[in-house]
């Protein structure tokens, strides 16, 4: 499968932003998918996580309740909504999927990757 991610952009803080993620190639169906940031000098980490597994979601601390990650089979697409943004929030963003449906919430698991997408969120 192919990933393509896009959505991204530059918002004040407190607002809010959709990225997209559009799977080519291949369709989505069987796939968990979620969304990984990575700023400047930090490593990659999950803000989003799905399984098709089950259809749990997880989100850690830093992003819970103010992301919402969320999948349209028939339009093969992953949206994470992303509201109450902060600067913290400045990243490029990834989207990725797998379908072994173990080790859901880490980078290490998946095996296909979207090509990223810059959000910045400042005043």
């Known amino acids: 499968v192919l990933l393509q991610a896009y959505g991204g952009g530059f918002v004040q803080p407190g607002g809010s932003l959709r990225l997209s ?10 796939y968990s998918v979620a969304w990984f940031r990575q700023a400047p000098g ?3 980490e999950g803000v989003a996580c799905l399984s098709d597994t089950d259809g749990t979601k997880y989100y850690p601390h830093s992003v819970k309740g103010r992301f919402t990650i969320s999948r349209d089979n028939t339009k093969n697409t992953v ?14 963003y990834y989207c990725a999927g797998q379908l072994t449906g173990t080790d859901t919430t880490s980078v290490s698991g998946y095996n296909y990757w979207g ?3 810059q959000v910045t969120v400042s005043s």
């Not at 993620?21 to 069987?30: F, I, K, V, Y």
């Not at 949206?79 to 490029?92: E, F, H, R, W």
């Open 115 to 117: 090509q990223g997408t």
């Open 21 to 30: 993620c559009t799977a080519s190639r291949s369709t989505l169906n069987g």
């Open 42 to 44: 930090k490593e990659r």
């Open 79 to 92: 949206y994470l909504q992303m509201n109450n943004l902060k600067p913290g929030d400045t990243a490029v």
